[in-house]
């Protein structure tokens, strides 16, 4: 197991809702990563923080949003949820420094379901 | 913009055979190359990686993979299959940023008793 924890593990929400998802990184991390992982399809990149500051973003709207604390974790809130936002969402941390980045740990994901 | 393709969705193979799982890749400069594995209700465990080097990388629970740059390949491969290893099998590039993994769209390994 590695040491990134997210938190809720389930969740169900009403089309147009808010959503908030949170991921603890693992230990001497400083940068975390989300994805969004489709029934039967592999992840999809939605942004990265690092340094408490958004660090490249995927192909996903502006409702897709993050944070990134003092402390390296993250929190993905997705307003206006759609149908097509039920997914498996994926937290990742790695260490970000000297022109590099060590491999991406993943946290075991929070599945959000759109009803 | 970099891609991966995962040519099988599933692979089927005997408990004590040996197995490839098949990764193409494209992306502009060296590739970072990563596979992934993912157990039912779980997140993804990392598996091995190539930076540089020997094409022969050697990652966790036996598994290894074998970078090839002419035939811009990545395959997983491992001696001899265990009923444990079924998962489901992810390579991912890295882009030449550092922040940003691109996966495949995942081989699902049946190894039979």
């Known amino acids: 197991e590695t040491g990134v924890t997210q938190s809720p593990t389930h969740l169900i929400k009403t089309r147009g809702q808010q959503v908030t998802l949170r991921c603890s990184s693992q230990?001497?991390?400083?940068?975390v990563s989300w994805y969004q992982q489709a029934l039967g399809q592999g992840p999809q990149f939605i942004f990265q923080?690092?340094?408490?500051?958004?660090?490249g973003r995927g192909n996903f709207p502006p409702r897709f949003s993050g944070l990134q604390f003092p402390n390296y974790s993250s929190e993905l809130n997705v307003n206006a949820l759609e149908l097509d936002d039920s997914a498996l969402y994926l937290c990742?941390?790695?260490?970000?420094?000297?022109?590099?980045?060590?491999?991406?740990?993943f946290g075991q994901g929070t599945r959000l379901t759109v009803v | 913009a970099q891609s991966v393709a995962q040519p099988e969705d599933q692979v089927k193979v005997a408990e004590g055979n040996p197995l490839t799982v098949k990764c193409t890749y494209s992306?502009?400069?060296?590739?970072?190359l990563f596979w992934y594995v993912q157990y039912p209700n779980r997140g993804l465990q990392f598996l091995l990686k190539?930076?540089?080097?020997?094409?022969l990388v050697k990652g966790s629970y036996g598994f290894e993979a074998e970078f090839n740059k002419s035939q811009t390949s990545f395959h997983l491969k491992k001696p001899s299959a265990l009923v444990s290893d079924s998962a489901l099998y992810f390579c991912?590039?890295?882009?030449?940023?550092?922040?940003?993994?691109?996966f495949g769209g995942g081989t699902r390994l049946m190894v039979k008793p």
């Open positions: 923080y690092y340094r408490e500051e958004e660090n």
């Open positions: 991912a590039v890295r882009n030449n940023a550092g922040n940003m993994l691109t």
């Open positions: 990742a941390s790695s260490l970000r420094g000297g022109g590099g980045s060590t491999e991406a740990f």
């Open positions: 190539y930076i540089t080097g020997d094409n």
């Open positions: 992306v502009s400069g060296n590739p970072y």
């Open positions: 230990s001497g991390h400083n940068t």
